[in-house]
Structure formats: structure tokens, C-alpha cells
Antibody, heavy 115, light 106 residues
Framework: EVQLVESGGGLVQPGGSLRLSCAAS????????MNWVRQAPGKGLEWVSY????????YYADSVKGRFTISRDNAKNSLYLQMNSLRAEDTAVYYC????????WGQGILVTVSS | DIQMTQSPSSLSASVGDRVTITCRAS??????LGWYQQKPGKAPKRLIY???SLQSGVPSRFSGSGSGTEFTLTISSLQPEDFATYYC????????FGQGTKVEIK
């Protein structure tokens, strides 16, 4: 059974940092590109970041460029999102998702940026 | 960056109705587009990939068409389980979601 399980979310103050993790199982993680997608409360989906299967190609949305860093460890079947300089507008449910040749999504994890 | 303009933002329809949702790209994206369905509290689920290919396991009442800048998702006969929010996603250059279309019961 394919599973993507996010962890590391929670409440953080503005200006703070948080690191999200996504543990993959049930498929050959190292063969597939991965993404982070977020959804603010009551809002639509927003693509955040992309990383290729080998980690060599990385993209970011303008809204997070310079503050967020995506990475992966194929030996550990894991995807990461380091989030620095967090703002109130980063408050959202964060999903890890493949969205490529295969389409798998995690259940999402809530990040709340508030004082 | 490529912008995706999705319309309408919401619609009311009855079971059995034919429903059409449109996405327009700010520049040509070939057929690098997918359609997603999201129900409250759940992760999105892809219905269509490559603009017109049906994802495995998705009912045939869903179809997609278009290429370049204009794309359409059609539900041929709306079923109770289809009331949800739908999004288009382009992956030609980076990734961009449309704003979403909420399909509600009339």
C-alpha cells in the first residue's frame, strides 16, 4: 500500500523555523519527482516546491523563494521542507505529493504561524 | 510565470446535469495539464492527466479536452459523490493551480 506521511508541523511564531518531513512507502520513491503543496484555511491549493527524482532539479514558488528549502534522501525514502522566516500567510495544511507519472498525496499536516 | 484562470469559481447543479469547467493558461502549455478533485478535509485526487487522459479508476463520466491555452473538464452526468471542488494544474513550467471551482448541489 502506498503511503506518504507528513510530520513536523505545529505552531510557530512569526520569524521562526520549522522542518517538515514526508516518509514514503509502498512505491519506488527514488524514481519519482516530488512536490510540496499547501492550502491555507478556506482557500485553494498552492504549489510550493518541486524536486526531481535525483534531487538535481529544484523549483520554488515566488512566495517562498529564499525562505524555504526542499530536499530528499532517497536512501531513507524521505522528502523534507525546511521553512525559515515564517510569516502568518504561511499558515496552511502542507501536503507532500508526487503529481507526476504517478499521483500520490499525503494526508497533510497543519502549520500555524502565530504569536 | 504561467497563470491559470479557472472558471467559474462556483456553480450549482443537479444530479444528472452536464457540468463544464474551464481553465485558461496565460501562455501555451501544450497538454501539460491535469484536473484534480478535492473533498472537504481530504487530499486532492487526480482525475485527468495530459489534458485528456483518464486516471485509472476514475469513472468515465469525467473527461478532459484542450491543448495550448484552453482546457475543459466535463462531467457528463453529475452524481452525488461528484459534489466537490475541482482544480486544474499546469506542469509545463514550474507548477500552477487554478483558483478552483466549487460544485454545489442545486
Amino acid at each position: 500500500e502506498v503511503q506518504l506521511v507528513e510530520s513536523g508541523g505545529g505552531l510557530v511564531q512569526p520569524g521562526g523555523s520549522l522542518r517538515l518531513s514526508c516518509a514514503a512507502s509502498g512505491f519506488t520513491f527514488s524514481s519519482y519527482e516530488m512536490n510540496w503543496v499547501r492550502q491555507a484555511p478556506g482557500k485553494g491549493l498552492e504549489w510550493v516546491s518541486y524536486i526531481s527524482s535525483n534531487g538535481f532539479t529544484i523549483y520554488y514558488a515566488d512566495s517562498v523563494k529564499g525562505r524555504f528549502t526542499i530536499s530528499r534522501d532517497n536512501a531513507k525514502n524521505s522528502l523534507y521542507l525546511q521553512m525559515n522566516s515564517l510569516r502568518a500567510e504561511d499558515t496552511a495544511v502542507y501536503y507532500c505529493a508526487s503529481m507526476g507519472r504517478i499521483d500520490y498525496w499525503g494526508q497533510g499536516i497543519l502549520v500555524t504561524v502565530s504569536s | 510565470d504561467i497563470q491559470m484562470t479557472q472558471s467559474p469559481s462556483s456553480l450549482s447543479a443537479s444530479v444528472g446535469d452536464r457540468v463544464t469547467i474551464t481553465c485558461r493558461a496565460s501562455q501555451g502549455i501544450r497538454n501539460d495539464l491535469g484536473w484534480y478533485q478535492q473533498k472537504p478535509g481530504k487530499a486532492p485526487k487526480r482525475l485527468i492527466y495530459a489534458a485528456s487522459s483518464l486516471q485509472s479508476g476514475v469513472p468515465s463520466r469525467f473527461s478532459g479536452s484542450g491543448s495550448g491555452t484552453e482546457f475543459t473538464l466535463t462531467i457528463s452526468s453529475l452524481q452525488p459523490e461528484d459534489f466537490a471542488t475541482y482544480y486544474c494544474l499546469q506542469h509545463n513550467s514550474y507548477r500552477t493551480f487554478g483558483q478552483g471551482t466549487k460544485v454545489e448541489i442545486k
